[in-house]
């Protein structure tokens, strides 16, 4: 008898553990302070997405302020606030499509040899540079190298 008792505890446990763990991660998902990543830093926007973000925040804030002036100046007009919206978005995003196109079509920076600054070598690249001819990587560097690694004697201790 005390064994059926005990296993009544159990799956009463197991049954509980579950909803309490879809609880949990219902909590935090939508609780108002997420964990903090602090190795991981946001990427660095570019230029031209800057100022694609300008052009577009300024499209809206124009059709904003044409939208106002005209309520302002018909307030007995019968369009309504619906049909003002809607021709607010209409135009913003003809708008907005054009500046698209633009940005996508931009010349954007391309990707290159890491280090590598207009023939330039930079940081602890000089240490690698041992042979000529100086002031370019290549392929004598690496054999002074592994023939410097060679004659070096380890000592296994």
């Known amino acids: 008898m005390f064994n059926k008792i005990r296993t009544i505890g159990k799956i009463a446990k197991t049954v509980a553990s579950p909803i309490t763990h879809a609880r949990n991660i219902i909590k935090s998902k939508f609780s108002k302070t997420g964990p903090t990543i602090k190795s991981v830093k946001p990427k660095a926007t ?48 003809k708008h907005i499509k054009r500046v698209r196109k633009e940005y996508l079509r931009a010349p954007k920076r391309t990707g290159g040899r890491i280090g590598y600054k207009g023939g330039k070598l930079v940081g602890n690249q000089k240490k690698i540079d041992v042979a000529p001819p100086f002031g370019t990587i290549n392929k004598k560097d690496f054999k002074v190298l592994q023939a410097k690694n060679k004659n070096k004697k380890t000592v296994i201790g």
């Open 46 to 93: 570019s230029d031209a997405s800057k100022r694609f973000k300008a052009k577009v925040s300024g499209i809206k804030a124009g059709v904003k302020k044409g939208t106002d002036e005209f309520q302002k100046a018909n307030p007995k007009s019968l369009v309504t606030d619906k049909d003002i919206k809607k021709i607010q978005k209409d135009t913003s995003e």
